[in-house]
């Protein structure tokens, strides 16, 4: 794959197409002598649709049901049955409702206006204003996805075909692997991330590390007071169905026989906003439309995954005691590091190695809590942070090699 006119592998998106491969979207075709092909203008179907999504949100935690939500498709048998399942239960796809329930018809090419639909619904299905003229000839108020048309041509992912009449999306074609890379490179540099609806944790890791214990319990439920199945050791890591307890426990799948752990003792590793991020930019150096504002607190910017996790979290937060998390130190550009490790010392990061400068990482006020760090809010600020990816690392830890029980980082 070239991006240069004239190679023999010229391909007009080979940046984009690099950048899926890099990223782990696309895995491509084994080829007998151990090559990959990409095959650039072969249609996308279904089902290839759903994998994409899935590695494109970071494979995020799904325990996939033994009964499918589709007459179509298997769980044994049909490629891509966790993909599939999981837009389904994301709300990406809703498939066809047939007579005795709904198809998801997996080795259908899609469509340009679905995957519009598909894309729309990942991104949180946000306001979008439908008063102005349409940019495309060929869509109109009437178009079934109009909404989301619009939508995808406002995040400029879309420019449509020119004409001399003027634009067209062409929403019945068919969308070849190609293109399909170029919508999700600019929907990235748009800074646009997979988005539940509502305000419940959402673990975006499929697999969690045993962590900040030499040894971790896995209970038949989740509390200290039930039984211990197992034990697990460190950096052991451990399948993740998606369930989360209101205690922040944590269910996981081990030797295929469900559990719970404590969350405190869980970490992600790195996800795909923290690996995107570090591919493109230098620690400290983020542009600004790969950060956004958290809505209480306007001064403070993370990469805006982080601040959609942590929203979250702060609003479970505040359900419960009547406060925001009080913030007083998130992104740091690279002076900002310069700086704060004039004024701190040793306390602070090398400039250029803080996790403050991928716009990952929080400081929170203890003193603005409710009990400060001995407190009920902190101590359950701190059993809450994996469930939405966030951790106390153990550095920082009581015990830690430098304690600072007010440093959370983000590993989504």
């Known amino acids: ?91 990406i796809s809703l498939g066809w409702t047939v007579a005795d329930g709904a198809e998801f018809r997996p080795y259908e090419p899609i469509t340009r206006e679905a995957m519009a639909a598909f894309l729309y619904r990942y991104a949180g299905s946000p306001p979008v204003s439908t008063t102005g003229a349409s940019p495309f000839l060929d869509v109109d108020a009437s178009s079934p996805f109009y909404k989301q048309i619009l939508w995808l041509a406002e995040t400029g992912a879309t420019r449509g075909w020119q004409t001399a009449q003027g634009a067209e999306f062409r929403p019945k074609a068919t969308i070849a692997r190609d293109a399909m890379a170029a919508f999700l490179y600019r929907l990235d540099r748009a800074g646009i991330v997979f988005t539940p609806t509502g305000t419940a944790p959402v673990l975006r890791h499929s697999a969690l590390a045993v962590y900040g214990a030499n040894a971790l319990n896995i209970r038949t439920a989740p509390s200290t007071s039930t039984p211990v199945i197992t034990q697990e050791p ?27 752990a404590s969350g405190y003792y869980l970490a992600g590793v790195d996800g795909a906003a923290i690996t995107r991020v570090k591919s493109f930019y230098s620690n400290g150096y983020l542009p600004e439309d790969r950060l956004c504002s958290l809505p209480w607190d306007r001064a403070e910017l993370l990469l ?60 929170i006020a203890g003193a603005a809590l409710p009990g400060g760090y001995d407190g009920d809010a902190y101590l359950w600020l701190r059993q809450q942070l994996t469930a939405y990816n966030w951790v106390l690392p153990s550095w920082a830890r009581p015990g830690g090699t430098k304690p600072e029980p007010w440093h959370f980082e983000y590993t989504g």
């Not at 994409?52 to 298997?74: T, V």
């Not at 307890?245 to 295929?256: A, H, K, L, Q, T």
Request: aromatic share 12%; proline share 4%.
């Open 234 to 260: 460190r950096g052991t890591l451990l399948t993740v169905t998606g369930a989360i307890s209101p205690g922040g426990w944590i269910e996981v799948i081990v030797d295929g026989k469900r559990g719970w």
């Open 304 to 363: 805006c995954q982080a601040a959609d996790d942590l929203q979250r979290l702060n609003a479970a937060f505040k359900a419960r005691y009547g406060i925001n998390i009080p913030i007083n130190d998130s992104y740091r550009d690279y002076d900002g590091q310069v700086q704060a490790r004039a004024v701190h010392g040793n306390l602070a990061a090398v400039p250029g190695t803080s996790n403050h400068g991928w716009a990952a990482a929080i400081d």
């Open 1 to 91: 794959m070239s991006s240069q006119v004239g190679a023999a592998a010229f391909s007009p998106f080979a940046t984009e197409i690099t950048w899926l491969a890099q990223v782990g979207v696309t895995r491509g075709w084994l080829e007998s002598d151990g090559t990959r092909q990409f095959r650039p203008h072969a249609s996308v179907a279904r089902d290839a649709m759903a994998a994409f999504l899935y590695r494109y949100a970071g494979e995020p935690a799904h325990f996939e049901p033994s009964r499918s939500p589709f007459q179509d498709i298997r769980a044994s048998g049909t490629s891509f049955y966790r993909e599939i399942t999981w837009v389904e239960e994301a709300g």
